[in-house]
């Protein structure tokens, strides 16, 4: 608008946001706690998720040290030595294994039940898992002394649902940057190396690709990461979650309604406006990088130019473009800016294309009354102030070697997305 108002709609849910000039060149000042030194005397052991905890959260499902994977380790070798990136079931299940056996009659899958039987077979793995189980009865309101009743069997077999988690967490091994005096230095997305940030990617493409296959009434599992505690995460430790749920999300059935009207709704609205906008931040050959438009909270978004039907069924090459995109955007964002990353794509058996695509958000304001009573968003930061500031950080990365090489801002060729309609 003539005063510098920007309206806009997003193209897929339909989100309406304004950008009103003066609120956008607010600096982003970190909300967290003051900085603290870092206690040395507990390196290692900062938070449950941290190597030398491994036995405060669930059994592990997989792991990936220097680039090995494996699965289903006994617990002696689960907590021999660190693991690069961690598959774990959440300890506090959206969804328990409870909501698919009564709903559906789930059972653990039968890798889960060999996991389980060598398991607890061992005798640490045995006391881990009735100390999970312990700590999940409690909280759900059994007492001490009910617990304590119980036989040591059936201790055992209540954490035997684990074993069939249907809401995983990817954690990747620090907790801390190296090298980091202060308890603001976390280890966010951003800190990674772009080889790291592509290991964590793959680790979460296989778990997601599992949850799929031992849950045959899994409609959809949602892929997210929510860093710091003002976006939702409750551990400073970086994390992603995998959550398997039985119907396709409000949002992305309206997004399913959209892309029939039009099926190329993804090149149109995520590659040729961005670049007749100007909106276009980085691209390599196998994705490209956005600022978003339309989003509550100021936006990134990377798309995959993959042609393949599923993320997992990505080629290597293309996971690891699109990678590099998504740690280029974390990198832009620093670990300061809490934020949430929101996985879109095709839910399995859904006939519609969709190329895989990430929103990157900064949880830098609160919603309030205004957006409640109207369904009109305020962001803080519009589109091209958002483009202009990661194209800079990215060109000061990219000097420095902390992103992969990619093409930044004018310099996109903006090739179309690959997806198959
Ligand atoms: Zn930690």
Not at 57 to 67: I, Q, Y
Not at 332 to 349: D, K, L, M, T
Request: contains cysteine; glycine residues 8%.
């Amino acid at each position: 608008m003539a005063d510098g108002t920007v309206k806009q709609t997003n193209p897929f849910s339909g989100t309406t946001v304004w950008t009103i000039p003066g609120r956008a060149n607010r600096p982003i000042t970190p909300t967290g706690p003051e900085p603290q030194p870092i206690d040395p005397e507990a390196s290692g052991a900062y938070c449950p998720f941290c190597e030398k905890r491994y036995l405060e959260t669930p059994p592990e499902r997989m792991r990936s040290v220097a680039g090995v994977w494996r699965y289903a380790l006994p617990a002696p070798e689960v907590v021999a030595g660190p693991a690069d990136v961690r598959v774990i079931p959440n300890l506090f299940q959206i969804l328990a294994y409870s909501y698919w056996h009564e709903n559906y009659g789930y059972e653990v899958p039968p890798p889960g039940l060999r996991h389980a039987e060598a398991y607890l077979a061992d005798p640490l793995g045995r006391d881990h898992v009735c100390a999970i189980a312990r700590t999940h009865a409690l909280a759900g309101g059994l007492t001490e002394e009910e617990w304590d009743a119980l036989g040591s069997n059936e201790q055992a077999d209540r954490g035997r649902s684990f074993f069939g988690s249907c809401h995983d967490l990817v954690i990747p091994r620090r907790h801390f940057a190296d090298g980091a005096m202060l308890t603001t230095d976390l280890a966010g997305s951003g800190a990674l190396t772009p080889d790291e940030h592509a290991e964590y990617t793959r680790v979460t493409l296989d778990a997601a690709a599992a949850l799929y296959t031992g849950n045959v009434y899994a409609a959809h599992v949602a892929i997210f990461q929510n860093w710091l505690r003002p976006a939702g995460a409750s551990f400073d430790h970086l994390h992603k979650q995998l959550v398997a749920i039985d119907e396709i999300g409000v949002s992305m059935r309206e997004e399913i309604r959209r892309v029939r009207r039009n099926p190329w709704l993804y090149n149109d609205f995520g590659v040729a406006y961005p670049r007749a906008e100007g909106l276009v931040v980085a691209e390599n050959e196998h994705a490209i990088a956005i600022a978003g438009y339309g989003h509550r909270y100021p936006s990134l978004e990377v798309y995959s130019r993959s042609a393949a039907p599923s993320p997992w069924q990505m080629s290597p090459a293309e996971v690891r473009g699109w990678s590099d995109l998504l740690h280029a955007c974390h990198v832009v964002s620093g670990a300061e800016v809490p934020c949430n990353e929101e996985w879109h794509y095709r839910p399995p058996g859904v006939e519609v294309s969709m190329p895989l695509r990430v929103v990157v958000k900064w949880r830098i304001s609160t919603l309030a009354g205004f957006e409640g009573g109207t369904k009109i968003h305020v962001n803080t930061i519009d589109p091209w102030t958002m483009r202009e500031r990661a194209v800079a950080a990215l060109r000061e990365a990219r000097a420095a070697g902390r992103v992969a090489d990619m093409a930044l801002g004018d310099d996109c060729p903006a090739e179309p997305l690959r997806y198959v309609i």
